[in-house]
């Protein structure tokens, strides 16, 4: 059992840049993904991107792609979303997800086995 806690989400005028940050109860080393999902009202959860520990690869909704970064440090169990040029579309809670072992997967929130409980971001235009 893993519990995540996301912080750092909060509100800003678009263009900005925020950062959120999950700590894990357990070495983020040791699990193979370590992804971030949102959720605006009214829609279903969605991939933002994911970080994958083989290799340290990581891959993003193209959505976001070139605006979000996704790093660990595994010395502090935490992982981090930062967000840059921010629109309005961006605003959701946001997730941080885990999972432990091998998945050919990483975009679909079954693929993960343990949630935060989410941290709000809004935008305004």
């Known amino acids: 059992q893993v519990q995540l806690v996301e912080s750092g989400g909060g509100s800003v005028q678009a263009g900005g840049s925020l950062r959120l940050s999950c700590a894990a109860s357990r070495r983020t080393s040791s699990s193979y993904l370590m992804g971030w999902f949102r959720q605006a009202p009214g829609k279903e959860r969605e991939f933002v991107g994911t970080s994958i520990r083989n290799g340290g690869n990581t891959y993003y909704a193209d959505s976001v792609k070139g605006r979000f970064t996704i790093s660990r440090d595994n010395a502090e169990n935490t992982v981090y979303l930062q967000m840059n040029s921010l629109k309005s579309e961006d605003t959701a809670v946001y997730y941080c997800?885990?999972?432990?072992?091998?998945?050919?997967?990483?975009?679909?929130?079954?693929?993960?086995?343990?949630w935060g409980q989410g941290t709000q971001v809004t935008v305004s235009s």
């Open positions: 997800a885990a999972r432990r072992y091998y998945s050919s997967t990483w975009s679909r929130a079954v693929d993960y086995d343990y």
